[in-house]
């Protein structure tokens, strides 16, 4: 619901708005100066209704003003609306020249002020949509931060860890749930880096059968095995005075977790079948999306490679967390996709945004780059409706969704006691129980247990992996 935030001295008004209005806006109360500029800046309400008088000069108008200037110092386009009463036309004005929005005389009829904060609302709307506009028009022009967008104050600090490591030559650990970009920070921290000149080279070693990551990492000598006829080289020596990105690293197997740190300490490799100690230098940049610490605590991952590769870690915030960054950075995959497909799209329609801020983006910022290409893909006007991104009712069906999520934790037991965890925690507490029961429904099948969630095949087996449960397809 649209917040509005109402700020009056008076228990009868406070209680008279909330009472009328409560049904269609978040209603937030105030009753000083101190109480509304704490909830504004908590809650960052979209329309304000302003009584000047307020304690402890509630016969002036000197307290109200001033919360006005406040709110607006921290955010301009604020819709903030005056109540006065008649006797305080020139306050009012003075308000309006200071950058109020509207002013409104007491008594209050509900009927005329519901218009007026339509009005003000819409007006909000539009002008928070042009603005999410003009801000991915202008990062995707300047090519954003090496090619990762973002103003949250999570991804602020990312570029910030970008900037002060990437001409430091040590190893560096990026965390991050799939699809969060981990990959596209490692190449902004080696275009940025004192070895940009070299080569930057990627290997999943999730993606790679045990067997054949050692050889892909190290090379092999003519022979060493069976169909082995010629010498071949590796990533490592691929990467030589450059950079070399080990992705998933979290999924490589234990005998090549010691490869990799005898590597790591003395800086010589051995090819496959060979005996040869070839020193490379390069610097490494690993990522994963397990939680790393619960892996070396379960012995899956040495302690002892963690903190070699981990010399810098920096963690990428799930798209959920990163508040207005799914506009912005819709808005900027709009504009790519449009310009590739040749699809006259321009914005997206107020139930689309809606859709597109309920979403709880599992598969993260890769999730959302592709519902973007097939709502341009499959739009036929000029704005993205809801029904253009499939997500299959999703902003509709959310409170459905609650009460089903509701009831499937019930069903696990009355005692589970979420007690001491933070909301991180729990949600990836819920998020469990949720896999686990959908797999059983599902009978094992991940393309039912898939559908039953409403995610895509590929996402759910990466939730799978995050929550270490096994399935049979």
């Not at 949250?152 to 990026?174: N, R, Y």
């Not at 197997?253 to 740190?261: C, E, I, S, T, Y």
């Not at 040869?276 to 690993?286: K, L, Q, S």
Request: aromatic share 6%.
């Amino acid at each position: 619901m649209k917040k509005l935030l109402i700020v009056d001295d008076s228990h009868e008004i406070r209680k008279q708005l909330k009472w009328g209005l409560g049904k269609e806006y978040r209603v937030l109360l105030a009753e000083s100066v101190t109480e509304a500029i704490k909830l504004f800046q908590h809650h960052s309400p979209g329309v304000v209704t302003l009584d000047l008088g307020l304690p402890p000069d509630i016969d002036g108008a000197s307290e109200g003003l001033r919360c006005l200037q406040m709110i607006l110092q921290q955010r301009p386009a604020t819709k903030v609306i005056v109540l006065s009463g008649n006797e305080d036309h020139a306050n009012a004005l003075a308000a309006i020249n200071m950058g109020a929005y509207d002013y409104y005389h007491k008594p209050i009829n509900l009927d005329e002020l519901k218009i007026i904060l339509t009005r003000a609302f819409h007006l909000a709307g539009l002008e928070e949509e042009n603005r999410q506009l003009q801000i991915a028009a202008e990062q995707e022009k300047s090519n954003g931060y090496s090619g990762i967008f973002g103003q949250c104050p999570q991804m602020q600090q990312v570029f910030a860890m970008i900037k002060k490591v990437a001409s430091i030559d040590v190893p560096i650990l990026i965390l991050g749930e799939s699809g969060t970009g981990k990959e596209v920070v490692a190449r902004a921290i080696h275009e940025r880096g004192i070895r940009k000149e070299g080569n930057i080279v990627a290997i999943n070693c999730g993606a790679i059968p045990e067997n054949l990551l050692e050889s892909e990492l190290f090379g092999h000598e003519k022979g060493a095995f069976t169909g082995a006829q010629n010498r071949v080289q590796g990533k490592v020596e691929y990467a030589a005075g450059g950079t070399l990105f080990l992705d998933e690293i979290g999924e490589m197997a234990p005998l090549l977790q010691v490869k990799l740190l005898r590597f790591l300490q003395e800086k010589v490799i051995q090819r496959v079948g060979g005996r040869e100690d070839i020193p490379v230098d390069t610097r490494i940049v690993a990522a994963t999306n397990v939680d790393i610490q619960q892996s070396i605590q379960s012995g899956k991952f040495r302690e002892d490679l963690y903190y070699r590769i981990g010399v810098i870690t920096i963690e990428l915030p799930p798209l959920r967390e990163r508040g207005e960054d799914i506009e912005l950075l819709a808005n900027i995959f709009l504009r790519r996709f449009g310009k590739e497909f040749g699809q006259k799209v321009r914005g997206f329609t107020r139930a689309a945004y809606a859709d597109l801020k309920s979403h709880d983006w599992p598969g993260n910022v890769r999730e959302l780059e592709n519902k973007i290409k097939r709502a341009v893909v499959m739009a036929e006007s000029p704005m993205i409706d809801a029904s253009d991104l499939g997500f299959v009712g999703v902003a509709d069906s959310s409170t459905d969704a609650e009460t089903q999520a509701a009831q499937e934790l019930s069903s696990v037991g009355s005692g589970f006691n979420f007690t001491g965890l933070t909301l991180k925690d729990a949600r990836f507490q819920v998020e469990g129980i949720l896999l686990q029961q959908a797999l059983e429904r599902a009978e094992g099948n991940v393309v039912k247990a898939a559908e039953d969630l409403a995610v895509s095949r590929p996402t759910l087996y990466d939730l799978l992996k995050r929550h270490g449960l096994t399935q049979a397809d």
